[in-house]
């Protein structure tokens, strides 16, 4: 099973207490990649989250995607580098559309921990306050994206 020493450091399981995070681990898969290996592709359905645990990975936006940061570069854009304890694919825990992007891992042995779509509505459905918690946490840090995403076209 996923330690929970691990789970605690990740910002969208905030507040959610010992017994929670044994929950929450219970219904981790752990998951290996190595350098350059995709985790999802941009457009492909959505229906898990990861954690990182070890390594690193980046989100990659397609070249025909424009982005401030992109404007006139050729080919898919890296856009930013995500490490230990940092979290992807959450929305696919709210909307199930398509991937917003690709994510390639950077380093070898990346070990991931993915969390089901399906497995985490059955876990919110058993303790409402997982979900509440988790959905809030999910919520303020895509709130914070927006605005700075926002920001960064002015």
């Not at 605690?8 to 010992?18: A, K, M, N, Q, Y």
């Not at 982005?67 to 199930?96: K, N, Y």
Request: charged fraction near 25%; glycine fraction near 6%; charge should be negative.
């Amino acid at each position: 099973m996923v330690p929970i020493d691990s789970l605690r450091r990740v910002e969208i399981l905030s507040g959610l207490t010992d017994e929670q995070l044994l929950q929450v681990a219970s219904i981790c898969q752990v998951v290996t990649y190595q350098s350059q290996e995709t985790v999802v592709q941009e457009g492909e359905p959505s229906n898990d989250l990861y954690v990182i645990h070890r390594g690193s990975v980046e989100i990659v936006l397609a070249k025909n995607r424009v982005t401030a940061e992109s404007l006139g570069a050729p080919g898919p854009q890296a856009i930013v580098s995500l490490g230990q304890g940092q979290v992807f694919g959450e929305m696919a825990l709210i909307d199930h559309g398509p991937r917003s992007a690709t994510v390639r891992c950077t380093t070898d042995d990346a070990l991931l921990y993915r969390i089901r779509y399906d497995d985490f509505e059955r876990l919110c459905k058993q303790d409402t306050d997982i979900g509440y918690k988790v959905m809030r946490n999910i919520a303020a840090d895509l709130s914070f994206k927006l605005r700075h995403s926002n920001l960064s076209w002015k």
